[in-house]
T-cell receptor, first 116, second 111 residues
Framework: GAGVSQTPSNKVTEKGKYVELRCDPI?????LYWYRQSLGQGPEFLIY????????DSGLPNDRFFAVRPEGSVSTLKIQRTERGDSAVYLC??????????????FGAGTRLSVL | AQKVTQAQTEISVVEKEDVTLDCVYE???????LFWYKQPPSGELVFLIR??????QNEISGRYSWNFQKSTSSFNFTITASQVVDSAVYFC????????FGAGTTVTVRA
């Protein structure tokens, strides 16, 4: 596809449930990022992949959050035992490279997660 | 730690007025990139401009221009002759590899 694709666009779940959010980056982009945006705030970094490996997961709030990118393309953000405070828009971005002139991050439309 | 401050929460203008958005940043890195992104009501973050830390030349791209001043750690952004379609939230961001965003400035352009 031409841009970063995120599915689902909206996810409503109940407290305590498990959810998976999917990100399909721009073809050829080796770097992939997850951010979380709460209402009225700027996006906050969660995790960054270079290829298949998580190069920096320092933004994950706790061990209920986990992300994978097994083949270096599609990534899945997984949240266990969801809490109401997890409600936010989860944004995925990709770039050709993490640094240098190829570091422009292009974002998907996000997944709006609502935990009831 | 990286920090970006956008002091303006909301700006409202009438169409064709110019809009200047302020951004101040903090970093210990000597090499970094600064960005402006636009987030329209649809929610998708749209890349607008990028500036690296070793090039302070200010530029104009269409109706967008920016003023990067390393001495004051500021990276201000101007929309010239605003249009209703410019209504959105604008984010300034600082990058090492990950982006650190400001809180955003909501711009409303009235017809």
């Amino acid at each position: 596809g031409a841009g970063v694709s995120q599915t689902p666009s909206n996810k409503v779940t109940e407290k305590g449930k498990y959810v998976e959010l999917r990100c399909d980056p721009i073809s050829g982009h080796t770097a992939l990022y997850w951010y979380r945006q709460s209402l009225g705030q700027g996006p906050e970094f969660l995790i960054y992949f270079q290829g298949t490996g998580a190069a920096d997961d320092s933004g994950l709030p706790n061990d209920r959050f986990f992300a994978v990118r097994p083949e270096g393309s599609v990534s899945t953000l997984k949240i266990q035992r969801t809490e109401r405070g997890d409600s936010a828009v989860y944004l995925c971005a990709s770039s050709l490279a993490p640094g240098g002139v190829e570091n422009i991050q292009y974002f998907g439309a996000g997944t709006r997660l609502s935990v009831l | 730690a990286q920090k970006v401050t956008q002091a303006q929460t909301e700006i409202s203008v009438v169409e064709k007025e110019d809009v200047t958005l302020d951004c101040v940043y903090e970093t210990r890195d000597t090499t970094y990139y600064l960005f402006w992104y636009k987030q329209p009501p649809s929610g998708e973050l749209v890349f607008l401009i990028r500036r690296n830390s070793f090039d302070e030349q200010n530029e104009i791209s269409g109706r967008y221009s920016w003023n990067f001043q390393k001495s004051t750690s500021s990276f201000n952004f101007t929309i010239t002759a605003s249009q209703v379609v410019d209504s959105a939230v604008y984010f300034c961001a600082l990058q090492d590899y990950k982006l650190s965003f400001g809180a955003g400035t909501t711009v409303t352009v009235r017809a």
